[in-house]
C-alpha cells in the first residue's frame, strides 16, 4: 500500500487538529489518486473533515481505539492488524494511507510507495510525518519540478522502499 501526504521542510504536517498547507493542485492532485480506491486514516484526521464525514467515492477505514466509536460511511478498525485485515485482497496500488501522524507512523512499516508533497516552508507543526531523507530504507524514486502556488514553492515526489 501506499501513503500520501503534504509536508513542511521539517516533514510537519499539522497543527491544531488542521492542515498547515491548503495548496490547490495538491488537494486536486490527492484526489485524483486516492479516488475509486481505499483510504486509511486516524480518527483525528476524520474528524478533521468537513463536517466529519468520510471522503466521497473512496473507501474510508478509521483507525480508533475506542470501541463505541461510530461514522456512518466508514468502516472501523481498532488495531493496525485489523486495518491490515480490512484491506487483505485489495490491489495494494489503490490502498493509501492518508494520515495523521500516529497512522503514518503505524503504518508506514506497511507501505512501499509514498507520495510527498513537499512544501518548502516551515510551519509549526504538532504532527508529523517520518522523515523518509533520514531513513535508509527508503530512497527518492521520482520529483518533479518545483512548481509555484502564490508565493508557496512545492514539489511533487515519490519515495519507494528500497528492495532488501
Ligand atoms: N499534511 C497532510 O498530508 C496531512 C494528512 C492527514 C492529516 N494531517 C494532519 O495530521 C493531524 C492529525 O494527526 P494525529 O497524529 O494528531 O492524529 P491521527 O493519526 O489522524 O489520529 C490519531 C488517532 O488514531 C487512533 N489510533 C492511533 N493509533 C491507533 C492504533 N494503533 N489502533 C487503533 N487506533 C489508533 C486514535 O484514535 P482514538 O483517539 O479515537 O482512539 C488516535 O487518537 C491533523 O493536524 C491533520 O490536519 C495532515
Redesign the pocket.
Same mark, same amino acid.
Given at each position: 500500500m501506499n501513503a500520501i /501526504?503534504?509536508?513542511s521542510l521539517s516533514w510537519g $504536517?499539522? =497543527? /491544531?487538529?488542521?492542515?498547515?498547507f491548503h495548496i490547490k493542485a495538491d488537494m486536486q492532485r490527492f484526489r485524483a489518486m486516492t479516488t475509486g480506491g481505499t483510504v486509511l486514516?486516524?480518527?483525528?484526521?476524520l474528524d478533521?473533515l468537513p463536517g466529519g464525514n468520510p471522503l466521497p467515492h473512496r473507501r474510508n477505514i478509521v483507525?480508533?481505539?475506542?470501541a463505541a466509536?461510530h461514522r456512518e460511511g466508514a468502516e472501523t /478498525?481498532?488495531?493496525?492488524e485489523e486495518a491490515l485485515e480490512l484491506v487483505r485482497g485489495e490491489d495494494p496500488e489503490k490502498v493509501w494511507v $492518508?494520515?495523521?501522524? =500516529? $497512522?503514518y507512523a503505524?503504518l508506514l512499516p506497511y507501505c512501499s510507495r509514498c507520495a510527498i508533497t513537499r512544501v518548502y516552508e516551515e510551519r509549526e507543526s504538532d504532527?508529523f510525518f517520518p522523515n523518509l531523507d533520514a531513513m535508509p530504507e527508503w530512497r527518492v524514486f521520482r520529483s518533479e519540478a518545483i512548481l509555484l502556488e502564490g508565493d508557496t514553492a512545492y514539489q511533487f515526489m515519490e519515495y519507494i522502499r528500497r528492495e532488501p
Open positions: /501526504a503534504a509536508v $504536517i499539522g =497543527e /491544531a487538529g488542521g492542515l498547515l486514516m486516524g480518527r483525528r484526521t478533521s483507525l480508533t481505539r475506542d466509536f /478498525a481498532h488495531s493496525v $492518508i494520515g495523521g501522524g =500516529e $497512522i503505524a504532527a
